[in-house]
């Protein structure tokens, strides 16, 4: 599982291709989670979104996969870009403060 | 999507000064902020929540005398690093909830990076 604090996992893929990130959390009293992309030296930015309730959910070229038997959370990227090179960071919310995990950095190889 | 500001974005301060951050949210009313720090390559660690017009909650382990929180408007929250040290050198981020219709999704400000000599 993810620590908060440890150094970033790296990804490395090819241009053009399906990038997934994964992450496990730790509080099963958790309903709602979220992963950010964040850009060098920029602040989280919203990607997509998935309530407990629900084991997948697409946005435009990502996917939120949910396993909570397991308390897993992927984020699949379709087509990955140049653009897409960030560390992603998966968030979870358990009543009112949102806690991240470890983080992934993507690199996007042209 | 909604918009939360910073500032200032970077701030370079000698040891024992003290430094104020502001974190606003522009376009809605923030009933809620939150305050992070991180370190290079790391992720995001949080240091304490505030609710406009009472006391911030401070996480375990941080300090509530050295980083004081004002929430004293809807939009305006500020972080004061009080007698910065070389180890409060981090990234700050601020991140704001508000709005109707029990959305729980947190907007985050660009980050102020603090260099402390």
């Known amino acids: 599982g993810e620590s908060v604090g440890l150094h970033l996992p790296t990804l490395s893929v090819q241009e053009g291709d399906n990038s997934i990130i994964n992450c496990a959390y730790s509080?099963?009293?958790?309903?709602?989670f979220i992963w950010y992309k964040q850009e060098s030296g920029k602040g989280p930015q919203f990607i997509i979104d998935i309530r407990s309730n629900m084991d997948k959910r697409q946005g435009q070229r990502v996917t939120v996969l949910l396993n909570k038997t397991v308390k897993h959370l992927s984020l699949q990227i379709a087509a990955t870009q140049p653009g897409d090179s960030a560390v992603y960071f998966c968030a979870e919310t358990g009543g009112f403060k949102t806690i991240f995990g470890a983080g992934t950095r993507l690199f996007v190889k042209a | 999507g909604a918009v939360v500001s910073q500032h200032p974005s970077r701030v370079i301060c000698k040891s024992g000064t003290s430094v104020k951050i502001e974190c606003r949210s522009l376009?809605?009313?923030?009933?809620?902020m939150f305050w992070y720090r991180q370190f290079p390559k790391q992720s995001l660690m949080l240091m304490a929540t505030s609710n406009e017009g009472s006391k911030a909650t401070y996480e375990q382990g941080v300090e509530k005398d050295k980083f004081l929180i004002n929430h004293a408007s809807l939009t305006l929250s500020t972080l004061t690093v009080t007698s910065a040290h070389p180890e409060d050198s981090s990234f700050y981020i601020c991140?704001?909830?508000?709005?109707?219709?029990?959305?729980?999704?947190?907007?985050f400000g660009p980050g102020t990076r603090l260099l402390v000599l």
């Open positions: 509080n099963s009293a958790s309903d709602y």
């Open positions: 376009d809605f009313q923030a009933t809620t």
């Open positions: 991140s704001a909830r508000g709005g109707s219709g029990g959305r729980q999704t947190q907007y």
